[in-house]
Every structure is written in C-alpha cells, then in structure tokens.
Nanobody, 126 residues
C-alpha cells in the first residue's frame, strides 16, 4: 500500500525557516513526479512546488518563488521542501503528493496526483 508521510511542520516566527520532509513507501517513487500543496482554513488546496523524477526540473507557485526550494533524494524515497523567509500568509496544512510512477509531465494541478500524505501543519506568527 502506497504511503506518503510528511514531517517537519511547526510554529515559526515570520522570517524564519522550516524544512518539510515527505517519506514515500509501498511503491517506487524514484520515477514519479512529486509535489507539495497547501491548504489554509476556508480556502481551496493550492499548488506550492513540484519536481521531476530526476530532480532536474522544478516549478514553483509565484507566491513562494525565491523563498521555497523543493528537492528529492531518490535513494531514500524522500522529497523535501525548504521554506525560508516565511510569512504569516504561508500558514497552512502542507501536503505531499505523487503523480503515478512513470508520468513525465510535471503538473500544478492537484487532480494529476494520485497519492497524498496526511499533511503537516505550518503556522507562521507575525
């Protein structure tokens, strides 16, 4: 059974940093596009960042570009999201997601991702 487990969330002051991790198990994700999404209370889930299976291609939401960095370690089936210069508006539950293995096109659409983690809360205080 495929599982994605996020960790690394927490409470941080504005301007601070956090590093989220997503550990994948139960499948082969070294050839899967991986992504991060977030959802704040009362709002729809939104795209944050995505990375190709090789790590050579990344794409970010405009709101996080230059502050967040997505990366992956295929040997450990783990994806990371380094978040710097955090703002209160970054407060949300952050979800890791995976496209079906073998799909090569990176997507910003949530419906392109078949596998989801349970989410980790990030709260940024002002």
């Amino acid at each position: 059974q495929v599982q994605l487990v996020e960790s690394g969330g927490g409470l941080v002051q504005a301007g601070g940093s956090l590093r989220l991790s997503c550990a994948a198990s139960g499948g082969t994700f070294s050839n899967a596009v991986m992504g991060w999404f977030r959802q704040a209370p009362g709002l729809e889930r939104e795209f944050v960042a995505t990375i190709s299976w090789s790590g050579s291609r990344t794409y970010y939401a405009q709101s996080v570009k230059g502050r967040f960095t997505i990366s992956r370690d295929n040997a450990k089936n783990t994806v990371f999201l380094q978040m710097n210069s955090l703002k209160p508006e970054d407060t949300a539950a952050y979800y890791c997601a995976a496209e079906p293995p073998g799909h090569l096109v990176i997507s910003t659409r949530a419906d392109a991702y078949d596998y989801w983690g349970q989410g980790t809360q990030v709260t940024v205080s002002s």
